[in-house]
């Protein structure tokens, strides 16, 4: 079945960076976009930033966009998301999601998948 793990989420200071992992199994890595959310305490899950299959294509939430980067190695089933300057609003539990489709990437419902989450805390 499918799975996404996501790793790399930390307690960093505000101005630091991070680089999360989401290595996927379980599907045909190189045909599917990839994207990550993230969700902080009683906010609802939002759209960080999506790229598509071969990578060529990215697309960012405009509260990331100039400190975020999402890259990913097809070689090893696992896309990336380098955040940098990081501010303590960015702190949230930080998800990584697949789907098959190219289209409304910024909606929770056009994903399949997600992995079960890693924390990220930036402190003031």
């Keep these: 079945q499918v799975q996404l793990v996501e790793s790399g989420g930390a307690l960093v200071q505000a101005g630091g960076s991070l680089r999360l992992s989401c290595a996927a199994s379980g599907l045909t890595f190189s045909l599917n976009t990839m994207a990550w959310f993230r969700q902080a305490p009683g906010k609802e ?13 990215t ?7 100039g400190r975020f ?18 501010k303590p609003e960015d702190t949230a539990v930080y ?11 910024l909606e929770v419902n ?3 998948y997600w992995g079960q989450g890693t924390q990220v805390t930036v402190s003031s």
């Design 59 to 65: 697309d960012y939430a405009d509260s990331v966009k």
């Design 45 to 57: 899950r939002e759209f960080v930033g999506a790229i598509t299959r071969r990578g060529g294509g």
């Design 95 to 105: 998800y990584c999601a697949v789907t098959s489709t190219p289209w409304r990437l």
């Design 110 to 112: 056009t994903y399949n």
């Design 69 to 86: 980067t999402i890259s990913r190695d097809n070689a090893k089933d696992t896309v990336y998301l380098q955040m940098n300057s990081l």
